[in-house]
């Protein structure tokens, strides 16, 4: 399933695939160092310009912090002026805000949805584990419970119930055990006879 997800997007490029054997592989080339940041960058450039993100984000923004919202989006008094909650969203220079330079998606809409959405199932994501996808979205942005949520998301995605299912066999059902008749309670009592004294052997079989 993985190796036809990969075909799916080399199908888009005029390629040849070779097969280079590793021990002939003596100096590894680029496609073979593992890069996360590069990628990452690229991943945020794409969704900041394909889906207009910063305007989206202040647009999100603007309408949760009118009156008849706030209080519903209030996140620990971040939002509130004058509260006592020693940390507080700043504000970019585009209007958007922000926590220790992460952008805050509020809830209102279907936001963060789709940045969740774009963060796994884009072609430059190729569905990350939900453990891989937090560590590339919590650089970018921040929501409270954002790591319960991504990993809820990841859960529902079919494409990775397929791929990540379970090859064991499933366990089978419980069976009680029948309770053994008289005889082999007396076969049992005689047989500990040989190992115990009669007062532990009456103790424990009665």
């Known amino acids: 399933m993985r190796q036809r997800r990969w075909l799916e997007l080399l199908s888009d490029y005029d390629c040849e695939i070779r097969y280079h054997p590793g021990k002939a ?5 680029a496609l073979s160092r593992k890069e996360r940041e590069p990628p990452l960058r690229v991943r945020a450039l794409v969704m900041t310009i394909g889906l207009d993100l910063p305007r989206q984000i202040l647009n999100s923004q603007t309408k949760v912090r ?4 706030i209080k519903k989006e209030d996140v620990g008094g971040m939002l509130v002026e004058n509260s006592r909650d020693t940390e507080k969203l700043d504000t970019r220079t585009d209007g958007t805000l922000c926590l220790n330079g992460k952008s805050w998606l509020p809830c209102y ?14 072609k430059y994501s190729i569905h990350p584990g939900s453990d891989k996808m937090y560590q590339d979205m919590k650089k970018l942005y921040w929501w ?7 990993a809820t998301y990841v859960s529902k995605c079919l494409t990775c119930a397929k ?7 499933p366990s089978g059902l419980l069976v009680q055990p029948k309770i053994p008749d008289g005889s082999v309670t007396t076969s049992l009592w ?6 115990l004294s009669r007062r532990k052997a009456t103790t424990l079989f009665g």
């Open 109 to 122: 809409g279907n936001l963060r949805t789709v940045i969740m959405q774009e963060s796994h199932k884009s």
């Open 25 to 29: 592989n003596v100096i590894a080339d």
């Open 66 to 69: 009118k009156p008849k919202n």
């Open 144 to 150: 409270p419970n954002i790591k319960a949520d991504i």
């Open 163 to 169: 791929v990540k299912a379970e090859h064991q066999k």
């Open 190 to 195: 005689i047989l500990s006879l040989s190992f």
